[in-house]
């Protein structure tokens, strides 16, 4: 039974983003449509399973939701920061900064989602991975305590992205 | 009654929007360091677009015709905004256009700065 619905659905959650997507591309919900969308999303994975050799494992929909909606707080918390720093701190008062962040996250999809983050979140963007993965380069607007940055990155995001992706 | 309070929703959300897009702007301008550069326009055009978005949805809730499409271009917006961000990064890295990054703790190099022997004589030349 789960060998039949691993071969049918190699990325269960694939399927299911591509089958909402779908449907919100459609603009309108009926039926024939959810059946086509869910069709699509059990096609595409399988023919491009080839290209997905690894499943995430033990991945967690219920935290990664609460870990989005944290993140989308803090972007929103993040842009008015960037804003004020961009009207008020002048360029010679700027205090860019490299951060390298130790990663604790093995799996390429993980350290991913918390590039992304880092990107998407207060006055940092994530620049470069090591050569074999251990660390993150971040570079910083303004900051006065860059250490203190790197800890907020490692509590605050990896820590539960280390719980999601268990 | 509700619609006017949606009237005055979009149009707030409008003016959100677009103050955070030429605060984004003002941002690309003032900065004179590339990678500072990179800041203004991934943060505040998030948000600033995405506001906009949020207007429009209201608006064609408003006419009666639910547009959903907003969502799917805010989250691909959401999902491609870091990678264009990590990649503008990357080639400042590249182009030594940047103060130099600090050296990896536990690995040798970062992967961008990580040129095969072969490239080294290209990669002189390459830099300003």
Known sequence: MTRAFRWLLPHPFLTLLL?????????????????????????????????????????????????????IWDILVANVQVAWIVLTVP???????????????????????????????????????????HSLLVHVLHTDDPDGVRDEIKTRYEARLKEIFA | MIEIILTYAVAVFLLIGSGFAIVGVIGLLKFNDSMTRLHAPTKVGTVGIGSLLLASMLHSYMLGETSMHELLIMSFLFVTAPISANFI?????????????????RDDTWSTLNVPEADRALETIKAP
Not at chain 1, 58 to 65: A, N, P, S, V
Not at chain 1, 94 to 106: E, H, N, Q, S, Y
Not at chain 2, 89 to 105: E, F, G, L, M, W
Request: proline share 10%; hydrophobic share 50%.
């Open chain 1, 19 to 71: 089958a909402v997507v779908w449907i919100l591309l459609q603009n309108q919900i009926s039926a024939g449509m959810v059946v086509f969308g869910i069709i699509l999303g059990v096609i595409i994975p399988w023919m491009t399973a080839v290209w997905w050799p690894d499943t995430p494992q033990g991945f967690h929909l219920g935290k990664m939701f609460s870990y989005s909606i944290m993140v």
């Open chain 1, 91 to 133: 360029n010679a008062k700027l205090k860019p900064a490299w951060i390298v962040v130790p990663l604790d996250l093995r799996q390429p999809e993980a350290i991913t989602v918390l590039a992304g983050t880092i990107t998407l979140t207060p006055g940092t963007v994530s620049a470069d991975l090591s050569d074999e993965g």
């Open chain 2, 89 to 105: 990064a990357k080639v400042n890295i590249h182009r030594r256009a940047c103060d130099t990054p600090p050296s990896p703790p």
